[in-house]
């Protein structure tokens, strides 16, 4: 029997409790091998979050494409991505493999500071959310959704 394996694209948390992090420990405790692509590198603990910084796309898409290209990759879930040029990036490399997708569209951390810039919504309505399967939005999420034209 083969383990099945799963990508986490998302940002990274120092304090270990969110972001690729979780993830990669959520996949583990359920029995799924885990990959990961970073997308923004955060400066966090249970205090808050003291800095963000997207990396640029093309790192993105080249921890992509390496993931892709070598592991079996069965279902994927997206995190904090930061901009829309990162959104765009990752919906480009999944849009044509049509896997299974889990979108948290992660706009802002557990203690409130902004991890997605305001200008990237229209990405996310646009280029990310039509290839997810499912998406996980928390409320404020789901009201800067609606606001912005989600259906």
């Known amino acids: 029997m083969t383990v099945p394996v799963a990508l986490s694209i998302a940002g990274s948390d120092s304090g270990g409790g969110a972001g690729i992090q979780a993830d990669l420990k959520t996949f583990e405790a359920h029995g799924v091998y885990g990959t990961s692509v970073v997308t923004l590198i955060t400066v966090q603990n249970t205090c808050g979050v003291q800095g963000a910084w997207p990396l640029p796309p093309e790192q ?16 994927v879930k997206t995190g904090a991505l930061g901009n829309a040029a990162i959104i765009q990036a990752v919906a480009g490399a999944l849009g044509p493999r049509a896997l299974p997708l889990v979108v948290d ?7 409130g500071d902004p991890l997605l810039a305001p200008d990237a919504l229209d990405a996310l309505l646009h280029d990310l959310l039509p290839l997810a ?17 989600a259906p």
């Open 60 to 75: 993105v898409s080249a921890q992509l494409e390496a993931v892709l290209a070598d592991f079996p990759v069965a279902a």
């Open 105 to 111: 569209p992660v706009m802002l951390a557990k203690s």
């Open 133 to 149: 399967t499912l998406v996980t939005p928390n409320a404020p999420e789901w009201t800067a959704l609606q606001a912005a034209g």
